[in-house]
């Protein structure tokens, strides 16, 4: 059986429209510069948790925060949670360096970020 237990939230993706105030907030905020700092994406990693905020994530389709739980398999995790009610919203995907995501959506409409690291 595969363990499909979750390893907790720790990646929280941010929609901004403005990279460089959105940017200096963060780091304003968080007290450290940014680890990843690109025109694409910048990511802040401070308590065990990455924080990163996607330029234009409103135009891909990001209503707000996405908090992304940790899982050893998401595969696994992507049919435990639809057999429960949730559809996806993002299949799982590759996003590089052997990083996998996606998202579904809750009942509710809630979007749920699920992550996976090969």
């Known amino acids: ?8 939230i720790k990646t929280v993706l941010h929609p901004v429209s403005d990279l460089a105030a959105a ?4 780091t304003a905020l968080l007290g450290l510069p940014p680890q990843t700092d690109s025109s694409y994406y910048v990511g802040f ?3 065990d948790q990455h ?21 050893p398999d998401i595969e696994a995790k992507l049919a435990e949670v639809t057999a429960a009610g949730a559809t996806v919203q993002e299949a799982a995907h590759d996003v590089g360096g052997g990083r996998l995501v996606a ?3 809750d009942p509710d409409g809630n979007v749920l970020g699920l992550l996976q690291d090969r």
């Open 51 to 71: 924080i990163g905020l996607v330029p234009g994530g409103a135009a891909q389709g990001m209503t707000g925060p996405v908090a992304y739980w940790h899982v």
């Open 103 to 105: 998202t579904v959506v």
């Open 23 to 26: 940017k200096a907030v963060y």
């Open 1 to 8: 059986m595969t363990d499909s237990s979750t390893q907790g």
């Open 45 to 47: 990693d401070t308590a």
